[in-house]
Each structure stands twice: as C-alpha cells, then as structure tokens.
C-alpha cells in the first residue's frame, strides 16, 4: 500500500506560477514511477508529468517548457512546479504513483490549480 497526500494547489493569475508537492509514504520499495494528473470539468484524466526512480522525466506537450517535476527521495516527496500558467491549466491536479509489486496504481486525493484573472 502506498499513501499520497498533495498540498499546495489554488487561485494565481495567468502567467503566473504555482507549485504542488505530494508527500508518499507506506510501501515506497515498489514505486518505480511517481506523476502527476489533472482533469478538467467534463474532461478525462490526462497525465502530466511523471518521474521514474532513475530520475527520467515525461511531460505532456502541453506543459513543456512550462511545468518542471522533481523529486526529494529523502523526504519522499514529489514536486511540480508549474510557470507560465494559462486558464486551460485550471483543474483537479492528482498524485500517481506505479508500483512494480504487486502492480498498481495509486492515487492523493486531489488539489485543486484555477488559472484566473
């Protein structure tokens, strides 16, 4: 089992920035990738950015260039630092994280990002 707490999250303006961090704990030996999702109203949950343990990083197209995930492995803690935010940023941002054994996803319970003036 794998426990994920996000904080971080609320209103900026556009063009502005924000970060989310996502504290894991429980069985952390078999994690092998930790991420970040978002949705939107009305729309499916799409990843944005993830981290393997090796420290490779993907990001969706729409966040490159303008959204940076890192890691704290003493601290267990993932972060996401989000520049250059637009409205269509605006959504529920959640914490994933993979395990290897037994396979599974895990999810926080969700931040809330609004982009607006």
């Known amino acids: 089992q794998v426990q994920l707490v996000e904080s971080g999250g609320g209103l900026v303006q556009p063009g502005g920035s924000l970060s989310v961090s996502c504290a894991a704990s429980?069985?952390?030996?078999?994690?092998?990738?930790m991420g970040w999702y978002r949705q939107a109203p009305g729309r499916q949950r799409e990843l944005v950015a993830r981290i393997a343990n090796g420290g490779s990083t993907k990001y969706a197209d729409f966040v490159k260039g303008r959204f940076t995930i890192s890691r704290d492995n003493d601290k267990n803690t993932v972060y996401l630092h989000m520049s250059s935010l637009k409205p269509e940023d605006t959504a529920v941002y959640y914490c994933?994280?993979?395990?290897?054994?037994?396979?599974?996803?895990?999810w926080g319970q969700g931040t809330q990002v609004t982009v607006s003036s």
């Open positions: 429980g069985n952390m030996d078999s994690i092998i990738f």
């Open positions: 994933n994280a993979l395990t290897a054994y037994p396979p599974s996803d895990y």
